[in-house]
């Protein structure tokens, strides 16, 4: 793995990026802003998914079961306790990692790998989701629904108020997330983890405890992602198990980082600010002509998938990192891409 830092024109880049979101509120209309929210929620939970598979090499295609849990256990207490969401998260943090413990430890104890893995994560994320149907005290099927309040008052510590509200908290989340895998890339559990994703039996030779690291790997991913299911539940106000924990859920997570360039640091940020506008404007012109066309959408998605894989088999951003020049020379931690 490479740690090679920005150079200085990618550094006033970003800064130049990052000012631009900051001021966007001002500049763009409530429907607008709901779209770059929705880009920097997947931005988030991609970044998450991405850390346990792009670094770590496990497979999940059930990270929906995280974002639903995250949710439902913030809801849960502030509907029923009145406990806010702050105080909520920490205990969806706690939830998750404590569930992909459970998930990595039978996983792993038992050495299931690669699609084998991958199917247990789809388990649970069902299995979570048919019993989250059947109980009535978070609402079953019907849904869970948090109280709406006049969205002309912003209170930060409750999470009620306007759309630019939910922006920032996104655009910070994001940005801490970024910094936080950044800096565990560049620990030596990262170095860790690039090893068991590059040669697990390698790794194994070497002296790396493999269970402990990919399971670090789960645990981390489901406790980074729960907080984007609290920010989902208290955005939309509601929850629904059919749709929170479905596979469509996981798989709109995990295309982002596959399509901006996965095993890198923006690989997942700039997917997110790609795929998520062109969903929405693609629904968009279909409302607009009046059409109908059930799946469409995920046909898309698919085919851009498919040229992306063809034409840039490493993604979006190591294609857009080389041409920009913005490292001294392909690598990992640097958000860089990755190497063939």
Do not use: C
Request: cysteine-free.
């Amino acid at each position: 793995m490479s740690t090679t830092p920005l150079r200085p024109h990618g550094w006033l880049l970003a800064a130049i990026l990052l000012g631009l979101l900051l001021a966007a509120p001002r500049f763009l209309d409530p429907y607008q802003l709901s779209v770059l929210t929705l880009a920097l929620w997947f931005a988030y939970v991609g970044q998450a998914w991405n850390l346990m598979m792009g670094f770590a090499g496990q497979l999940s295609l059930g990270h929906a079961l995280y974002v639903g849990l995250g949710g439902y256990a913030a809801a849960a207490l502030y509907v029923h306790f009145g406990v806010g969401p702050w105080f909520g998260m920490l205990l969806a943090v706690a939830v998750a990692a404590v569930v992909g413990a459970v998930i990595g430890a039978l996983g792993f104890r038992f050495g299931v790998r690669g699609v084998y893995f991958a199917l247990l994560t789809i388990a649970f994320a069902e299995f979570t989701r048919i019993a989250f149907d059947h109980w009535d005290w978070l609402g079953g099927s019907g849904g869970l629904f948090l109280p709406v309040v006049h969205e002309a008052s912003n209170d930060l510590w409750t999470l009620r108020g306007e759309p630019a509200l939910y922006y920032y908290v996104m655009l910070a989340m994001t940005v801490l997330a970024l910094l936080l895998v950044s800096v565990l890339l560049r620990s030596r559990l990262g170095y860790y983890w690039l090893a068991v994703r590059e040669d697990q039996d390698a790794a194994a030779a070497a002296g790396v405890n493999v269970f402990r690291t990919k399971l670090s790997a789960v645990v981390l991913s489901g406790a980074m992602t729960a907080p984007g299911g609290v920010i989902f539940a208290f955005m939309h106000n509601n929850l629904f198990p059919e749709e929170i924990f479905s596979m469509a859920r996981s798989i709109e997570i995990i295309i982002p980082p596959i399509v901006g360039g996965l095993g890198t640091l923006f690989g997942p940020i700039v997917g997110a600010f790609i795929l998520t506008p062109f969903g929405e404007a693609v629904s968009l012109a279909l409302d607009q002509a009046g059409l109908s066309l059930p799946g469409l959408k995920q046909f898309l998605y698919g085919l851009a998938l498919m040229v992306i894989i063809i034409w840039m088999p490493h993604g979006i951003w190591p294609w857009l990192a080389r041409r920009l020049g913005l490292f001294g020379r392909p690598g990992h931690g640097g958000g860089g891409e990755k190497a063939p």
